[in-house]
C-alpha cells in the first residue's frame, strides 16, 4: 500500500511558477513510477507528467513539454513537478499517482493516487 500526499499549490500570476510536491508513504517508493495528472472543472483527468521508479525517463505531455519538470527524491519518497510560464490553461487540481507498470500516459494504470492540490492560475 502507497499512501500520497500532495502539496505546494496555490494561486499565482500568469507567467509564473510552482513547484508541487507529492510525498509517499512505504519503504518501496524506488520500486513506483509517478505520474503527475491534472483535472480542470468540467474535463476529464489527464496525464501531465511521468518519471520512471529510478528517474532516468521521464515523459509529458506535449500543453506543458519545455515548461514543467518532473523530478524525484527516492531517499525522502518525494516526486516534484517545477511548474515554470504558467498559464490560465494549466488551472487545475493536480494529482499524483503510482504504478508498478511501465507505461505511465494512462491514467488507468496507475494504482495509488493523492487528493490533488488546487492550481489557480491568473491572467
Not at 72 to 85: E, F, G, H, P
Not at 91 to 100: D, E
Request: proline share 1%; aromatic share 12%.
Amino acid at each position: 500500500q502507497v499512501q500520497l500526499v500532495e502539496s505546494g499549490g496555490g494561486l499565482v500570476q500568469a507567467g509564473g511558477s510552482l513547484r508541487l510536491s507529492c510525498a509517499a508513504s512505504g519503504r518501496t517508493f524506488s520500486s513506483y513510477a509517478m505520474g503527475w495528472f491534472r483535472q480542470a472543472p468540467g474535463k476529464e483527468r489527464e496525464f501531465v507528467a511521468g518519471i520512471s521508479g529510478g528517474g532516468g525517463s521521464t515523459y509529458y505531455a506535449d500543453s506543458v513539454k519545455g515548461r514543467f519538470t518532473i523530478s524525484r527524491d527516492n531517499a525522502k519518497n518525494t516526486v516534484y513537478l517545477q511548474m515554470n510560464s504558467l498559464k490560465s490553461e494549466d488551472t487545475a487540481v493536480y494529482f499524483c499517482a503510482a504504478t508498478s507498470d511501465s507505461y505511465l500516459k494512462s491514467r488507468t494504470t496507475y494504482d495509488y493516487w493523492g487528493q490533488g492540490t488546487q492550481v489557480t492560475v491568473s491572467s
